[in-house]
């Protein structure tokens, strides 16, 4: 009797535990979140960071399967950390803000490749290119919050960003994104 009782509380406890480790995040607080970047420019590495975008969030951790995101990046929000940098960004040879003010990512998968991390598939639009892009991404649950970290690596050719006299820039070619979005569970 005793030994029933027993398997039965390990039983009860596993499926409160599994239960318990089931989250959905819906909304996405910008204001908690981040996306940064950083580039190696004439041998110095540089930080930069987008100050507006906005971003949709449907994530399951049980179905991630069925995970959809969507993030709009203000370009005109960009701080390269100088205002010269700052300026000559949204110039036709970079980002051409006036007629391609928003950089858009779109998912089209998501799969769990561990406990907490999945690859990322989707389609980013820059400057009016899109592209297919995987990005890992790791969730690091914090108590009804949760924080999805991930990076990926632009090729600024892929998206003719500095163009023109910058095609042969002391700007490199790879620009590390990283992004932090913090959103709260459901």
Excluded: H
């Amino acid at each position: 009797m005793r030994a029933r009782f027993t398997a039965v509380a390990l039983f009860a406890c596993l499926g409160v535990m599994s239960v318990a480790q089931a989250a959905e995040y819906t909304r996405v607080n910008t204001a908690a979140s981040q996306i940064s970047f950083t580039y190696n420019q004439m041998g110095s590495r540089v930080y930069g960071t987008f100050g507006r975008f906005e971003a949709t969030l449907d994530f399951d951790t049980l179905n991630p399967a069925n995970a959809r995101t969507t993030l709009r990046i203000d370009l005109n929000s960009i701080d390269a950390g100088s205002e010269d940098a700052n300026t000559e960004l949204v110039k036709p040879a970079w980002f051409d803000t006036q007629r391609f003010p928003v950089a858009v990512f779109e998912s089209t998968g998501f799969r769990q490749i561990e406990p907490n991390r999945y690859l990322l598939t989707g389609r980013l639009t820059v400057k009016g290119m899109t592209r297919d892009v995987q990005v890992p991404v790791q969730l690091k649950p914090d108590n009804a919050i949760g924080i999805f970290d991930g990076e990926l690596v632009l090729k600024r050719d892929d998206f003719a960003l500095g163009a023109g006299e910058w095609a042969d820039s002391v700007v490199s070619n790879e620009i590390d994104i990283k992004f932090k979005v913090v959103a709260p569970q459901q």
